[in-house]
């Protein structure tokens, strides 16, 4: 479930911030799909890949966890 919320709080952010999922995963050094794998939740992003997103998006870690 927490692998869900990651994705959808991601894929919220990245339209909040403009970026289609190509702009976004060419940001992220990460391909289409594997981007796609991860806002549907079926693919868990490392730490490392959250740390580049919260940059790329300029939000906190924090802010990308919030479920308000």
């Given at each position: ?23 976004f ?25 959250l ?18």
């Open positions: 479930m927490e692998d869900f919320i990651w994705g959808r709080r991601i894929r919220a952010f990245r339209k909040l911030k403009g970026f289609t999922q190509e702009e995963a060419r940001q992220l050094s990460i391909s289409v799909s594997v981007l796609g794998e991860i806002e549907r939740g079926s693919r868990v992003p490392s730490d490392e890949l740390v580049s997103v919260t940059e790329v998006l300029n939000v906190t870690l924090e802010e990308l966890k919030s479920i308000k």
